[in-house]
């Protein structure tokens, strides 16, 4: 019996005497980390493949036209609402084109500065604060139809006067994409429970 007390006490004593304490850490620094490199959302690829389109199809020397880009609306609506879907594919797509050399005319934008308690702007929707005349020669239309899974985007290049095409581009985006985006400028989305 007595054997087996100090057989248990040799094995508690050494096994704990080879306990690895960990060192003691001086102040707390942080860890450094790499910045993660921004990444473009899904829906931007979309739209470079919409703007690879539209310049590859051109049946017109693009570098002469003065494009306006105006969002892109649902296919069987009466084409006078926009979704926050279609106006960040027409940002995105007038980013694109210009990427492409194409000579973009941002018709919302001012002659002046707004400035106001909430910041100071330049663009504006109230087609009174526009010029009545801009120099555009050609618009890249487009419309939005609803699939199971997701969204068919036609998009055109048409000369403002005669009405001609000048190319065409079309793109599908699927539902887990549109999903992404954000609506509400930030806000919490309030739903009613099942």
Known sequence: MMKLFVATLLT??????CT???AKQAAHQPEEQEPTPYQQPYSASFTAALAQ??????S?????AKVGVTHMVGVTSQYDKSSALSQVL???????????DWNVMDFK?????RVTESGDFALTRDYLELDEIMPISHVVVGTLSNHRNGVMVNTRLVDI?????????Q???????????DENDGQPVLRKSP
């Open 12 to 17: 508690v004593t050494l096994s704990t005497a």
């Open 20 to 22: 690895i304490l960990p």
């Open 53 to 58: 389109q539209l310049v590859d199809n051109a």
């Open 60 to 64: 017109i020397e693009t570098k002469d």
């Open 90 to 100: 027409s940002e995105q797509l007038m980013l694109e084109l210009h990427r492409r």
């Open 109 to 113: 934008t001012t002659d002046f500065i």
């Open 161 to 169: 006067n005669s009405k001609s095409v000048a190319s065409v581009a």
């Open 171 to 181: 793109v599908f985006i699927p539902d887990a994409v549109i999903r992404q985006l």
